[in-house]
């Protein structure tokens, strides 16, 4: 493999990202629950200092006090690594996907003849959380830089690796 | 001699203008189809009558568009005609009779197309009736809901009586948001706005072409913009909405404007009655004021034609999940944050508040649970209606009263359970006791506002009017905390 080789997969690998990013696929998003639509997904972010240091007072953590502090001391890059770490704790969010409005979810007859749910397996925060931390969230400034460059690394990293080790093998 | 004259016909003149500062009252209701209207007239009245005697002045009522017109659409088919007897309006009739009787004022929000009203080439996901509802026959069946409910209209059901009148008319429900309007946008390009204008602005035209007497209200906008354009953030859609580049200012080479009497905002919070939230565009309960100053200033610049200078704001939904609901409020604070919110959003400008449900909905229905279910009622869940049991929050929404410490003591606000003036008590607690501090008269519409010197500024404060009592309020300061409004 040539630098040249290397250079092509890159732009193969960020050309095929980015239009898969801008296709005019649906923009429903897949796998909500309608309450999930009222709710900041990362609330205190801006907002109140108070807001969001707890996810939820009422349960338990799924990680060690400890740990949590050590996060919270990296103020918002800490949240947002706590946030993450925790997002699969099977208590914290519900696994239901239906798509009826809030208050309305209780017609139930209408929620069954009239809507269609589809499960995508990653709750919509978690989802942002990843996003937010690749760049590819749409309220991002980064946009898809930094995934580009992310996976353009990757990629030069390993192909350089590998072509050092046949030049030492 | 002649200048003093006209100084003093201009004077009055700025005078007669209606202000803004005018004293302004805070009117409550609730929306709940659910309880007042899917069950048997005789449970809904009785939920009726307990959201009069929770306070209760307004209803709205879910109008459904697709239930009440024909699946399919007849030939000879008249959509502006509320008498075409491919229409079903059995159960409207019925939820707005029952609400008449029992002293609410119903407003009607329409939304749900029937499947020959939406645009073509839908998309799968997008939920029945959300997908390019046509302007045209939405306005046509605006006309149809204006005329059956303008008083004059027989009633089928009784005859030699007509409908009641119904005031308040209501084009869809959350337009920016994926759950009720589509599609929000496409190859990038946002389109929601624009096509909720049209909808929204030939409504108003078939409303007010039967009624002129009749408010329309532009629809609730709901809270959180989301990525991708899947919600968009409220302030930026009524920006596109109402042609404005900025918070402040229009655009220029934008004639577009909307016809809107009302406006409408849904201020969930993922926190307390001051939390604003952490999207620049969205609009909790804390960003209220925000939203006041860019319908100002789109009123300013002529971008909302209605019938009023200022276009008052209402906000048709609004609640928290409470206990049973593991992720709801404890009740301590719901009490709290209960009569804060009416509290918070009297002082936004808001005349007009429905909460969302008066009774909690049950904790699990099918693969439903707590968070997609909503325990945001004033009553707890039962299956007999009868034997419903109020919350504590109850006390807290009828007769909302709330006390903040300041230099010099503390200051007051509330509203007295019937919205009717009358002298009201205040009075401190020390120790067991209660102390009064000073008396004060509710305006009008039952608001009262005061504050009270006095060294003493901490412990609970609490109004009395007539044979009730305010839930006492602490003077020490509640720091906002994260709750999902839906719980779970």
Known sequence: MTWRTYIAMVAVAAFTLFSHGTSAASIIPPGNSAADQYTEAFPGATGNEQAGRIPNPNRKPSLPETTIKKFRSHGQVGNAALALATSTDPNRYSDSLEKAGKGEAKRRSRVTEDESSSDSGIPDKNLEVIKQATGMSGYGDMGYGLAITLFAVTIIAIGYAASRNRALG | MRRLVLLSVLSLVVLALPSESQARPLHTGFVDNV??????????????????????KFVRINVYWDTIAPVDRPANFEPSNPADPAYKWGLLDQA?????????????????????????????????????????????????????YSGHFPD?????????????????????????????AKN?????????????????????????????????????????????????????LACMRSNSKPRRNC??????????????????????ASGKDDISLGDLPELRSLIRAADKHKKIRGVTRFTPIWATEFSWDTKPDPGGLPMSLAKRWTAEALYRMWQSGISVM????????????????????????????????TKARPKASLRAFRFPFVAFKNRKGFHFWGRTPDSRKGRVVIQIRKGRRWYTVTKERADRSGIFVGSVRTRHRRGYIRALYRNSSAVPFSLKNVPDKYYRPFGG
């Open chain 2, 188 to 240: 990038g390009k946002i389109l929601s706005p624009a096509a909720y204008r049209e909808l929204l602005n030939r409504f108003y035209s078939a409303v007010k072409s039967v009624r002129p007497d009749a408010r329309v209200l532009a629809a609730g906008m709901a809270p959180i913009g989301r990525p991708n354009h899947a919600v968009i953030a409220p302030k930026d859609f009524i920006r596109r």
């Open chain 2, 96 to 148: 707005v009779k029952s609400s008449v009787a029992n002293g609410l004022t119903p407003m009607l929000m329409a939304f749900l197309a029937p499947k020959w009203a939406e645009g073509p080439h839908r998309d799968p996901d997008a939920r029945l009736g959300t997908w390019e509802p046509d302007p045209v026959q939405f306005s046509e069946f605006g006309e149809a809901l204006v005329k059956r």
């Open chain 2, 35 to 56: 309880a007042f209207y899917d069950v048997s007239p005789d449970v809904g009245n009785l939920w009726l009558k307990r959201a009069r005697h929770a306070g209760g």
């Open chain 2, 354 to 385: 429905t909460w969302l449900s008066i009774l909690d909905a049950p904790s699990t229905l099918g693969d439903l649970g707590w968070a997609e279910l909503a325990q945001s009622g004033f009553y707890f869940y039962t299956k007999d209606a």
């Open chain 2, 156 to 184: 089928p059901a009784a005859p030699q009586t007509t409908l009641p009148k119904v005031d308040y008319f209501q084009a869809w429900n959350e337009p920016n948001l994926f759950l009720y309007f589509n599609p929000q």
């Open chain 2, 255 to 276: 004639s577009a404007f909307i016809r809107a009497d009302i406006w409408d905002s849904h201020p969930f919070t993922t926190g307390g009655p001051t939390h604003q």
